[in-house]
């Protein structure tokens, strides 16, 4: 039954925040020895049969100038047959290393695990789960184009996900955002999301509407919002 409302909640989104990156789970920026930020994320999802959502607070650190290391604290929700749940999802590590950089383009790879904090909680798998992204980013202009690609291990289960997406820049401040999205995991799922990102000194927020292409009636908010310390 705990598992049973797990995968009724998952959400087809791998360990990647900031701001905008709400809308395309993230780039290949890093930043910068000795500097930090915090992040706070709200997915929320709507069918007929129910509703759910996930809170994360995040917080990334720069070890080295092409090198991040993060912690994600997600919250669980989940309103389904009449009841309502809510608790600690499991807690997540990142590392994310640029590894190239040359003009416009740039890649990065980002190693990632989940720990069971609680293992009593309706919204933790209860086990140790492991993953790898691969992050693509070309600049062009007015137009940036992000691809992830993540492979996971969970619930002794394999899961891959795809993300194609592209930003263009409206003004300094203000930029518009689309996503295509492919999970692999039991089942496939496709969607694509589109909003709107700002971008001003240290506060970085993102606002956006997804739609599955394979589950009838799905529909997603998206919201992130970004503090830097530097």
């Known amino acids: ?28 920026e890093t930043l910068g020895e000795g500097r930090y930020q915090v992040e706070n994320y709200l997915f929320y999802t709507k ?4 509703s759910r959502g996930s809170y994360i607070f995040n917080f990334t650190y720069g070890l080295k100038s092409k090198v991040d290391i993060a912690v ?14 809510s608790d600690m999802e499991d ?16 890649f990065a790879v980002k190693p990632f695990i989940s720990l069971p904090f609680n293992k009593n909680s309706r919204f933790s798998e209860g086990e140790i789960s492991y993953g790898l992204t691969f992050v693509s980013q070309v600049d062009h202009n007015k137009v940036i ?29 203000f930029s518009l955002i689309s ?12 969607g694509g999301v589109f909003g709107i990102g700002y971008s001003k000194g240290k506060v970085e927020v993102g606002v956006g509407l997804g739609k599955s292409f394979t ?5 997603n908010l998206y919201g992130g919002l970004t503090y830097r310390f530097f």
């Open 145 to 173: 184009f992000y691809s992830n690609s993540s492979y996971m291990v969970h619930i002794g289960e394999k899961e891959f996900f795809q993300s194609l997406s592209l930003e263009y820049a409206i003004t300094e401040e």
């Open 1 to 28: 039954m705990k598992k049973l409302f797990l995968l009724f909640y998952l959400l087809p989104l791998p360990l990647s925040f900031a701001g905008k990156k709400s809308l395309y789970w993230d780039d290949t």
């Open 72 to 85: 994600n604290v997600p919250f669980g929700y989940l309103k389904a047959y009449g009841n309502t749940y």
């Open 215 to 219: 589950s009838k009636n799905r529909y």
């Open 179 to 190: 996503s295509l999205y492919l999970s692999e995991y039991k089942k496939r799922e496709m």
């Open 91 to 106: 807690l997540s590590f990142e590392l994310k290393y640029k590894f190239y950089e040359k003009k416009d383009l740039s």
């Open 47 to 50: 069918t007929k049969e129910d």
